[in-house]
C-alpha cells in the first residue's frame, strides 16, 4: 500500500505489547508500508517531533501517558496525522473521548489484520484529502487577497513546500 506520491504510507504503531508491535509491524511492512514503533506514549511523541506520519495505530491504555494523551498532543504536533485508537479495554467513555478528539477509528482488540488495513488505507486516503482541501482553501485566499502575480507565485509556492513537509 503507497500514497499516491509512490511512496510507502509513514505508519506509526504506539503500544505497549511489545510482542503485538513487532508482530504488526512485520505484517505492515510486508504490505509496503513504512512502520516507526514505540512502546510507550512519551517515546511515540518524540518520534513524532522528527517524522511526519500518514495514520498512527495508538493503544488506549498504556503505563504512563495513554492513548487520549498521545492522540491530544500528537494532534497539535500534526494536525493532518489521522489516529486510530486501538484498545483491549473498551468503554463508552473512551470511545467518547477518542472521538471527540476525532480519532479516525475506534477499534476493539483483538482485530482483523485485514479489516485493520483496510481503514489504515482509508485514513490515508482521508488524510490526503483533508491536506488537498486546506491547500486549495489557502491558495484561494492568497489568490483573492494578493494582486501581485509574483507574490502569488513566490507564496504559492511557499504553501506548496508547506504542504510538501506534512
Known amino acids: 500500500m503507497t500514497s499516491d506520491k509512490n511512496r510507502p504510507f509513514q505508519i ?14 512485520h505484517r505492515l511492512r510486508k504490505r509496503g508500508m513504512e512502520v516507526t514503533t514505540a512502546l510507550e506514549g512519551t517515546s511515540a511523541l518524540a518520534v513524532a517531533a522528527k517524522h511526519k506520519f500518514d495514520v498512527a495505530l495508538v493503544d488506549l491504555k498504556m503505563p504512563g501517558i495513554d492513548g487520549i494523551q498521545v492522540m491530544e498532543q500528537l494532534r497539535r504536533m500534526q494536525p493532518y496525522v489521522e489516529i486510530i485508537m486501538l484498545t483491549g479495554h473498551g468503554s463508552h467513555d473512551s470511545a467518547w473521548e477518542a472521538g471527540r478528539l476525532q480519532a479516525f477509528r475506534y477499534l476493539l482488540k483483538p482485530y482483523d ?5 483496510e481503514q489504515i488505507l482509508t485514513a490515508a486516503n482521508q488524510r490526503r484529502r483533508r491536506m488537498q482541501q486546506d491547500f486549495d482553501s489557502r491558495l484561494s485566499d492568497l ?9 502569488i507565485i ?6 506548496r513546500r508547506e504542504f510538501e513537509q506534512d
Open 113 to 117: 489484520f485485514d479489516d485493520l488495513c
Open 12 to 25: 506509526l504503531i504506539v503500544d505497549d505489547e511489545e510482542d503485538l508491535v513487532t508482530f504488526l509491524a
Open 143 to 151: 489568490m483573492s487577497s494578493t494582486t501581485s502575480p509574483r507574490d
Open 154 to 159: 513566490e507564496e504559492s509556492e511557499k504553501l
